[in-house]
């Protein structure tokens, strides 16, 4: 049993929060351990869901989105220091940190904002 009791909103910035509720309509007060990083339950479904998204049009181009680790100025975090996404996954699409595959910017300076999460939901 890995799941616990856990603040439900506990590493979740407002952002987050929001498109949690607007997935689950909650953030339930429960945490798991996803690719050995604990967080809330409701986040570790939306991150596995977010590897099913692996390209983005734009234009008419279909391209290939950049994983966490894969950055240009990449960090040696194991994990996003804002969406939790593990080494070598992908972030959450919402994900500042996330760099765009078009600009090559991230996700805070990209001007395309191809499926950026900005909270009006
Ligand atoms: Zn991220
Ligand atoms: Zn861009």
Request: a neutral charge; hydrophobic letters at 35%.
């Amino acid at each position: 049993m890995t799941e616990f009791m856990f603040d439900a909103r506990e590493g979740l910035n407002k952002r987050q929060q929001r498109y949690c509720k607007a997935i689950f309509g909650e953030i339930p007060p429960h945490a798991t351990v996803y690719n050995g990083r604990k967080m809330n339950i409701a986040w570790a479904a939306i991150l596995a869901d977010a590897q099913n998204t692996t390209e983005r049009f734009i234009d008419d181009e279909v391209l290939p989105r950049i994983r966490f680790g894969s950055e240009p100025l990449a960090s040696s975090d194991s994990h996003c220091p804002d969406c939790f996404a593990a080494k070598h996954t992908f972030h959450w699409p919402g994900c500042p940190i996330e760099v765009c595959m078009a600009c090559r910017k991230s996700g805070t300076d990209c001007k395309c904002k191809i499926g950026y999460f900005d909270g009006s939901v």
